[in-house]
């Protein structure tokens, strides 16, 4: 799958960069700059939103530790008792255990939670190779752990609010389909284009279709229009017969408006009541009835 450039916003952007600067307001301010932290006293962020790191990278980057030491440093935040928190470079920071560092530079900022894990989720989403169910995991914790609406979203990431509405609807999918997108099978486009069908059981086996054929995004397309417009079709044939509940429901509502009412119900459940009138009067007659 094709990376993708996920520009931030200038704010948290700058203050994430490549070559972190100081921030001094309310919420944040830095303890000190660059300095030696050991490893054993850093925890890792509960908000980091990589759950699988690739070992032969992380290997690579090791050997690179190795030799030349850790370039940049990590962030953190102390939370006591000599420990520290990590806010960023979680990679960096494995890559430098695997190395055998018994100490790494660091830069040692106090924040609040709330900065702390738009720190942590920013500067994933900027900088790490995440998969876009890993995106739509920090979208959706940025915005449930930090009251952030999506257009305020959005402008701190740097993305359309269309963009995040898109990655925000893979976790509305099945875990088949999320799970084939995490590990690559699928693209973010074919999990698109799975939202529109309902039945989890369904996006089980187009997604397996989806693997087995390589389809392209355009064809999985196609596909999931045919199989909608069949289950419509499917509905529409299949006769339900009203229980009696609702028959007497039906044949009472009709005396009451003095007119004939007609229940109707398709195989989800889902249906209409129809109250037929031939004129202006005879309206406003079951408009009263009803009011």
Known sequence: MPKNDRPLGRG???????????????????????????????????????????EESLSELAQSIKTYGLIQPVTVRP???????????????????????????????????????????????????????????????????????????????GKTNASISNYLRLLKLSTPVQVAVRDNQIAMGHARALVPVEDEAQQAKLVQQIIKDQLSVRQT????KTVLEGTRNKKSKVKITLSDEVRNA?????????????????????GMIQIPFTSDEELKHILNVLQ
């Open 12 to 54: 948290l952007g700058a203050m994430l960069g490549d070559t972190p600067i100081p921030v001094h307001n309310e919420h944040s301010q830095v303890v000190s700059g660059n300095t030696n932290v050991r490893i054993e006293s850093i925890e890792a962020n509960p908000y980091q939103p990589r759950t699988r790191f690739d």
């Open 79 to 157: 939370i006591g008792n000599g420990k520290y928190q990590l806010i960023s470079g979680e990679r960096r920071f494995r890559a430098a255990q695997l190395a055998g560092l018994t100490e790494i530079p660091a830069f040692v900022r106090t924040v609040d939670d709330a900065l702390s894990i738009q720190m942590a989720l920013v500067e994933n989403i900027q900088r790490s190779d995440l998969n876009a169910i890993e995106i739509a995991l920090s979208y959706q914790m940025l915005m449930d752990e930090c009251h952030f609406t999506q257009e305020e979203l959005g402008e701190k990431v």
């Open 221 to 224: 397309e196609s596909l999931v």
């Open 250 to 270: 039906q044949t009472a509502l009709g005396k009451k408006l003095n007119t004939k009412v007609n229940i109707k119900k398709d195989i989800s459940g889902k």
